[in-house]
């Protein structure tokens, strides 16, 4: 069962890094005066499509991965749902849920695995 979990969060980082990347080079065409912010959105949106999609193959970049890119989501989701012309904000929603469950099992790993190197109490002395 956890196996089965884990392979499913990787797939989930994978995925997802590759659909956020994608987003940069799929944006509308900017006022003039927007342009330079348009293309920082694009850039952000290729470095959080790549740490993810790299995490899915390097543990150790897999958690600060994850929080750099709900960071991310979650604002841009806040701000396009507020404004209610970005329909894209309920995809965005829908890879941030992805994300806090890949972290969820990422983060539940990471705590038995300390458990199991004797880091953290196997159960709580009081």
């Not at 979990?5 to 940069?24: C, K, P, Y």
């Not at 701000?79 to 539940?108: C, K, M, Q, Y």
């Amino acid at each position: 069962m956890n196996d089965l979990l884990h392979r499913a969060a990787v797939a989930l980082l994978f995925i997802g890094g590759l659909l956020t990347a994608a987003q940069a080079f799929f944006s509308f065409d900017p006022t003039p005066a927007a342009w330079s912010v348009v293309r920082h959105h694009q850039f952000m949106l290729a470095l959080v499509g790549a740490a993810l999609a790299l995490s899915a193959f390097i543990p150790a970049m897999r958690l600060p991965a994850i929080g750099f890119a709900l960071l991310a989501q979650a604002g841009f989701v806040v701000i396009s749902l507020a404004d209610g012309s970005i329909p894209s904000g309920w995809a965005e929603a829908g890879l941030l849920a992805a994300l806090l469950l890949a972290g969820g099992v990422f983060l539940r790993e990471a705590r038995q695995e300390a458990r199991w190197d004797r880091m953290l109490p196997l159960r709580s002395e009081g």
